[in-house]
């Protein structure tokens, strides 16, 4: 992996993470006025976060958005569709270890501070 790929992504991932930040802040300073942003209203702040997980993703694999595009549409419709799959699942599986762990974690800390 370059060193230029790196810091780009590294760059892409904090750019991300600041902007998802300001645009939190953001939706916590109407809530605290009484504004309440909900639905549709909140994509905003998927557009800094999307743009860090590409960060992110470009800094685990070593190649850059637009390498990693050209890979995929080489694949094949079946392996596209196998890979995507398994994809998912993955992201799920992550998703629910993440709830669970959040769940379990403190809970465990509790016990071994009372």
Do not use: C
């Amino acid at each position: 992996m370059s060193t230029g790929l790196k810091r780009a992504a590294v760059r892409k991932i904090a750019l991300g993470t600041a902007g998802f930040a300001l645009v939190l802040g953001a939706v916590y300073g109407l809530h605290s006025v009484g504004i309440k942003v909900r639905g549709l209203a909140l994509i905003p702040l998927a557009l800094p976060g999307a743009y860090a997980l590409v960060g992110l993703l470009e800094l685990l694999t070593g190649s850059s958005f637009s390498e990693l595009s050209r890979r995929w549409d080489a694949l094949r419709g079946w392996q596209r569709g196998v890979l995507g799959t398994v994809v998912v699942i993955v992201a799920f599986a992550a998703l629910g270890l993440a709830m669970v762990l959040s769940d379990i974690l403190p809970r465990l800390l509790n016990s071994y501070a009372g």
